[in-house]
């Protein structure tokens, strides 16, 4: 056999050297020499003829440890009769495949391989051998038992079902799920524990899986041990075997239950929200809304739900939308922008939109739930504020947190002199020393802290180069629940301290008659002590002169 196999050997490679002068093929050899993995060509009772170099390096055998044995030398006798039947399959059809062999290494350790072999045949056509192409599956054997742990392991229900919905194999906590025991799911169609509609919808995501490789969020709602109607969503990937071909699915079952609760709660907060609430996708169409959406614009329903935004807004409005939307999408949030949608009425209606993004199960944006405020008395209240800080007497002004006065009345430029182009958009340090920019900054934090902040002492400098003594009082200035600057008020403390300065000479002044007046007074008292000294001398010597009189 083997030297018919060497004159058919021959015999091939010279009608392989006509061929390839006609049609370019390249030599049978010199593929099974350069073949990136272990090539062998071994007659019908399994002697192995030659292997390339893959074949050595996997084994760890040397050349004439392989070639002229048989391959029964280096697998197990269960796995010779396997081989031989391989050989047998090789030779009725011409290929065999995935026939899994252990071959043991000349360091004896026990190889998983996959063998594919197809038939080495004669000029007549017959089959006088096969050529065996060896598949290492150390590598893919420990992915497919990191696979096998996943599974296993995975907090989500996870299955494996072939083509038609068998369950083949299934984790714990689908068990937990559905409530049946093993035997209850494996080998058990999916049908069984979902209906004949979702039986058709589950057939139909098996061929997207079939086509594209992958299907998601297909609804399934299947019944439990305990006749309860448990919704999920199933994803589901292709399991293909070692050749790419798709041979059943890997299901993952998301339950939606709790899901479906907070769904339910979430379309109860948009009903039931004062504020007027809708939702769109990231078109800007309206896919829902909230009866205070209708009562704002004063349109029906069926006006409202399937518009573009861009219908109740303008053009320009519809850009910032748009831009809004983009920003929901990289951010998860987009606040304040303004749009004033024209009612029903024709009435231009100002309102500030503050919008979240709405995301599907895996975390994609795939709308915004927009939420917008009715600025109208906000909008008078702002401009009336504004009358009051224009008209106001004292000098008041508005700032940013940094300092920046975004807004000053005339008295503001009275005191200080400068213009208003020479004040707005300034920062406030402009006008007062560093140390005094340090406690402006500290009391813009108090007003943070706060909301208020009193008799903080600034000296701005005018335009004349005056240095003003004022106290401020500032509040915090607000947007919807932000502190975003502070309204200041200054008082201008020039005749208040010239009124200081003025009591301070008085009672200088004063102190110095007091003591012109203690020094009167020390001679006064002085004065009246001698005489009454002397009013008692006097009285003495009289008394004296009228003892002698008696006594003469």
């Not at 400098?461 to 106290?471: K, Y």
């Amino acid at each position: 056999m083997s030297d018919q196999l060497k004159t058919t050997t021959t015999t091939v490679s010279s009608t392989t050297h006509n061929r390839e002068r006609s049609h370019g093929s390249l030599d049978a050899d010199i593929i099974i020499k350069n073949a990136p993995d272990p090539v062998f060509v071994s007659d019908l009772e399994g002697k192995i003829l030659s292997a390339n170099d893959a074949v050595y390096e996997l084994m760890g055998f040397r050349t004439d440890e392989v070639l002229e044995q048989s391959l029964s030398r280096f697998i197990s006798p269960e796995e010779t009769r396997e081989f031989t039947a391989a050989l047998r399959e090789v030779i009725e059809r011409g290929v065999t495949r995935n026939t899994r062999l252990n071959p043991r290494s000349a360091s004896g350790e026990i190889i998983p391989t996959s063998l594919n072999a197809s038939a080495l045949r004669d000029e007549d056509g017959r089959a006088i051998g096969a050529i065996g192409i060896l598949r290492d599956m150390r590598e893919l054997d420990k992915a497919r038992a990191y696979a096998d742990s996943l599974i296993k392991n995975a907090p989500d229900p996870v299955f494996v079902s072939d083509l038609e919905g068998k369950i083949l194999s299934a984790n714990d906590a689908v068990y937990e799920l559905l409530g049946f025991r093993t035997d209850e799911v494996l080998e058990q169609s999916l049908s069984r524990f979902i209906s004949s509609e979702e039986t058709r919808e589950f057939t139909a995501a098996l061929r997207e899986v079939i086509e594209r490789g992958v299907t998601r969020n297909a609804r399934l709602n299947p019944r439990s041990a305990s006749d309860e109607v448990i919704p999920t969503t199933l994803n589901a990937s292709a399991l293909r075997d070692t050749d790419g071909r798709v041979i059943g699915a890997i299901g993952i079952l998301r339950d939606m239950r709790e899901l479906d609760k907070a769904h339910a709660y979430a379309d109860s907060l948009i009903k039931n929200a004062p504020d007027p609430v809708f939702v769109s996708d990231l078109e800007g169409k309206i896919l829902s809304a909230n009866d205070a959406v209708y009562e704002l614009l004063g349109f029906r329903t069926d006006e409202i739900l399937e518009q573009s935004l861009s219908r109740f807004i303008s053009s320009e409005e519809a850009r910032e939308f748009t831009a809004a939307l983009r920003e929901v999408i990289e951010r998860g949030v987009t606040r304040n922008t303004r749009l004033n949608p024209r009612s029903a009425s024709g009435e231009i209606i100002p309102t500030s939109l503050n919008a979240s993004a709405l995301r599907d199960s895996d975390g994609r944006a795939i709308g915004a739930i927009g939420i917008l405020r009715d600025m109208r008395e906000l909008d008078k209240a702002l401009a009336y504020s504004d009358s009051l800080i224009k008209n106001a007497p004292d000098p008041v002004f508005v700032s940013d947190l940094e300092g920046k006065i975004l807004q000053a009345n005339d008295a503001v430029y009275e005191l200080l002199g400068f213009r208003p182009d020479e004040v707005l958009e300034q920062s406030l340090s402009r006008f007062i020393s560093s140390e005094e920019t340090r406690e402006f900054l500290a009391a813009l934090r108090e007003v943070i802290e706060r909301g208020v902040t009193r008799n903080a002492k600034l000296n701005p400098r005018s335009a004349s180069g005056e240095i003003i003594p004022t106290t401020l009082n500032a509040s915090a200035l607000r947007d919807t629940d932000r502190v975003i600057g502070a309204i200041g008020i200054l008082r201008d403390m020039r005749a208040y301290e010239k009124v200081l300065r003025d009591l301070q000479e008085s009672k200088a002044e004063l102190q110095e008659k007091i003591l012109d007046l203690e020094k009167f007074e020390e001679v006064v008292v002085g004065r009246e002590l001698k005489m009454i000294a002397l009013e008692k001398q006097i009285e003495s010597l009289m008394n004296q002169s009228k003892n002698v009189e008696r006594g003469t």
